[in-house]
């Protein structure tokens, strides 16, 4: 059974930048990971994902070019990094752990089966 531990969340100023870890214990750390939110009031949805290697990364559109998550698989570790952040991406953040261990990067949070807490961030105007 994976674990998950996030930490990084926080206030920051519109237009600044936060990194998000995720700290995986428990079975290996081999499957594919993603990162969700929810925002008050919203459904939870996808944010970054990456597949077991690293190698293919996806994102939601409202974030691509501005976040970039990565993993240490070493460390079982995954990052979520956030520039530019706006208002609009606050939310709690969590961590995602997928029992598929493959080359696809999976949207769909069916997939995931471990959760993490969840990590605050706030982004004021």
């Known amino acids: 059974q994976v674990q998950l531990v996030e930490s990084g969340g926080g206030l920051v100023q519109a237009g600044g930048s936060l990194r998000l870890s995720c700290v995986a214990s428990g079975r290996a750390f081999s499957g594919n990971m993603g990162w969700f939110r929810r925002a008050p009031g919203k459904e939870r949805e996808f944010a970054g994902g990456?597949?077991?290697?690293?190698?293919?990364?996806s994102y939601a559109d409202s974030v691509k070019g501005r976040f970039t998550i990565s993993r240490d698989n070493a460390k079982n570790t995954v990052y979520l990094q956030m520039n530019g952040l706006k208002p609009e991406d606050t939310a709690v953040y969590y961590c995602a752990a997928s029992s598929y261990s493959t080359n696809f990067v999976y949207i769909d949070s069916d997939y995931y089966d471990t959760w993490g807490q969840g990590t605050q961030v706030t982004v004021s105007s």
């Open positions: 990456i597949s077991r290697d690293g190698a293919k990364q």
